[in-house]
């Protein structure tokens, strides 16, 4: 492991791709809530269509001491707004399945992570060649 890779110890941790502040409630460890971060990618493509799509992955660790990923979506060329697409929790020793959400009811996107969204940096869509350098390293 390289001096700039981090071991994470727990299955939230590894979810989350960073390390995450745990407490002790009732004699049980549990994630620290009010953890947040946001990552935003802008300018890839739609797979069917080809139209402009930004995409955007919120974590955050929830009253419970559950790390949650929201992984949301928006089309420019559209209304521009996001909307949640998957949904994931984690606890230190458990994940759940990946959920689709098919409808912005199913799961709507609170003020918080709306703004979250909007004060992130944009990061450029990783290119092919950027993925194939990512994946030989996996190797």
């Known amino acids: 492991m ?8 727990t ?23 009010g953890q947040w971060h946001t990552t935003l ?12 799509l930004d995409i955007g992955r919120i974590t955050y660790v929830d009253q419970m001491g559950r ?6 979506m928006r089309k420019p060329s559209l209304t521009g ?6 949904v994931s929790r984690a ?10 959400i098919r409808t912005a009811d199913e799961f709507p996107l609170t003020e918080k ?11 450029p869509w ?3 060649a950027s993925r194939d350098a990512a994946a030989d390293r996996q190797e």
């Open 67 to 72: 790390l949650c990923v929201v992984l949301t």
């Open 41 to 52: 990618h802008i300018g890839g493509k739609d797979f069917f269509s080809g139209e402009s």
């Open 81 to 86: 707004a996001w909307r949640a697409t998957w």
């Open 2 to 9: 390289s001096a700039t890779e981090t071991a994470f110890e």
């Open 11 to 33: 299955v939230g941790e590894q979810l989350a791709g960073r390390v995450l502040e745990r407490e002790v409630r009732a004699g049980v460890e549990h994630y620290a809530p």
């Open 113 to 123: 992570m709306l703004a979250a969204l909007d004060a992130a940096q944009p990061s």
């Open 126 to 128: 990783p290119s092919a």
């Open 91 to 100: 606890g230190l020793t458990f994940k759940s399945e990946p959920r689709e």
